[in-house]
């Protein structure tokens, strides 16, 4: 009696998971895979097969815009890291106390409005007739106005600003627990700074890192907002052209199956990531 | 058990009762279109309540799709919209036209959109609001430019801004001397036209500083001066105008492109009496002049312009003299399928560097 009993409530437990799980997760996944194998041969004709996916490695300028979405993701998350490494290093190692909250703190404060409102903001400091333009030609560094919007760099930009939150956090949790003691310990044995960054705080970080540019890297490639609106003429970024096939082409069949190879790559890119850094999943994500 | 159940059945019925008067009327629409003050003098006409949900055409036709035409009592997309959609996603249901006041319609445009929304011998959409897209232009900056294709001069090298959508590729089309709409039938002869217009935006995408998504977006790129030439609607350059007298819609020379939009009633709408009662409401003059105020387009309603504010209607005849009316292309129902190829093209003109 008493094990059934437990066993009831081991499920009712579980049951809420299983229900968002299956729910909100699997069923959407399995109806979009559904949508994104059947071709489109007529009005309202469908049939069977992987013509969608086709379609991608057919057209070079749909594997093309993958590659440069993947490739400006990485770029992303290496320029997060180092920025955001100093950072964290700083707030975990070198402050205590009030200090070490205030600057959490300010770290946070961006993210409490929303990212379509931090988006324009840099909209209004780099477009031509924008802050950074004005203040440089009151410098006097630039002669006429210059547009900062609207190339690669912009996106950047606004990708490593909308991600280096979830870089900083979990670099401060892992650098937070390593014993000062074993830095005192490496400059007694006759290390320097770099020696001791590289035997000693790395490694200890390692799990933070890699969680950091996991989420990262996932929230730039997923990332709609920043590169369509940062990006102008030259943003082309997959979830762009996921949302123009959804909505402005009406062709559902080849937005899921751009989905489906979304959710391909990018599970790709963390396996591969965690093989070169000799991580595993459950040890970074599941600290 | 049985005196509980009473006063159940009895508010049940009471409450079916009301909503048969008076419902809640789910509006599909464009900005503008649904003034806070209209909706606020239909609801104490009618009873009924009114929730706004503002989209363009093809949000509207994938918000619909997504739910076989469910969500939503009364939906405004373009009239050359409807039959493609019609056909492939069934997601609108016919006009029953002995409800609808005709009288209040201008009958040509009444017509005009019945014929061009007729699917299976059904007439799918009732004309409300139209106008046109085509240039506006800061004529003190940019005066040179009469025509889509002036937009690829390098006196506004930089300067230039238009949407990555399919009037573009039609205006275009019109400017290098084509004729897209009569190539719609045949998707040969289209696909023709459309790899001769992504050759020029392709060689044209030098001189664009963006391409805009939203109206506030290219009114602010104007008003800024970043840009001074611009394909746009023709209400962005009048409210523009409003502000800043050297900006103004100019009519093109190869012709401005006419859209109208129209009332179509979702497939799986619950409101149809508030649908009707709205279409009947709006169209009246007094209302179609307060919206044409606040949307800056005319509508189809007869005697609708005679409350419009003078100001408008200067900058409207400024803009159009009768010729340039006579040479407004009015877009025909896109056939079904179109959409790919044009889709195709945008992709390549948006991933050329």
Known sequence: MASDKSKLGFYLLLAPLLLWLVMLIILPHVGLFAVSISEKVGIREYETGFGNYAVFFNEPLYWRTFARTAFMSILTTVLTLLLGFPIAYYIAKLTRGRTKTTLFLMCMIPFWVSELVRTYGWMILLRETGVLSNALQYAGVINGPVEFLYNDAAIMVGLVYTSILFMIVPLVTTLDSLDDSMIEAGYDLGGNGLTILREIVIPHAMPGIVSGCIVVFMLSLGNYLTPILLGGKDSLWFTGMIYSQFITRFNWELGSAFGFLLLGLSSAVVYLGLKFSGQSLSSTMGR | ?353
């Open chain 2, 1 to 353: 058990m049985e005196t509980r159940l009473i006063p159940t059945t009895m508010l049940i019925a009471a409450l079916s009762a009301t909503s048969a008067s008076a419902d809640t009327l789910r509006l599909l629409t464009w900005g503008g279109y649904a003034p806070e003050e209209v909706i606020a003098m239909f609801e104490a006409e009618t009873g009924h309540t009114v929730e706004v949900t503002t989209s363009n055409n093809e949000e509207m036709i994938a918000k619909l799709r997504a739910t076989n035409g469910g969500g939503f009592d009364l939906a405004q997309p373009s009239q050359d919209r409807i039959t493609s959609a019609q056909e492939e996603f069934g997601i609108y249901k016919p006009i029953d036209m002995t409800r609808i006041d005709a009288a209040q319609f201008i009958p040509s445009m009444l017509t005009a959109t019945a014929a061009n929304t007729t699917f299976d011998g059904e007439v799918y959409g009732l004309p409300h609001v139209w106008g046109t897209s085509g240039l506006v232009v800061n004529t003190a900056q940019a005066g040179d430019v009469t025509d889509y294709t002036d937009l690829c001069d390098a006196s506004v090298a930089g300067k230039v801004s238009y949407r990555l959508k399919r009037p573009t590729l039609i205006g275009f089309g019109y400017a290098m001397g084509l004729d897209p709409f009569a190539a719609y039938s045949d998707t040969d002869a289209y696909q023709a036209i459309l790899d001769q217009v992504e050759a020029k935006l392709t060689e044209c995408k030098a001189n664009v500083k963006t391409y805009w998504d939203g109206g506030d977006e290219i009114k602010s790129l104007l008003r800024s001066g970043e840009v001074v030439a611009s394909m746009a609607w023709d209400t962005g350059g009048w409210q523009l105008n409003a502000d800043d007298p050297d900006i103004t819609f100019v009519a093109p020379a190869s012709g401005a492109l006419g859209w109208i939009d129209t009332f179509v009633l979702p497939a799986r709408g619950r409101a149809d009496d508030a649908a009707y009662d709205w279409i009947n409401f709006a169209m009246r003059p007094d209302i179609a002049a307060m919206i044409t105020n606040t949307a800056g387009n005319f509508t189809a309603a007869v005697g609708g312009d005679a409350g419009v504010s003078a100001d408008l209607k200067a900058r409207y005849q400024a803009s159009f003299d009768q010729a340039a009316i006579d040479n407004i292309k009015w877009y025909p129902p896109v056939p079904a399928g179109l959409e790919a190829l044009e889709g195709a093209t945008l992709d390549r003109i948006n991933a050329a560097n």
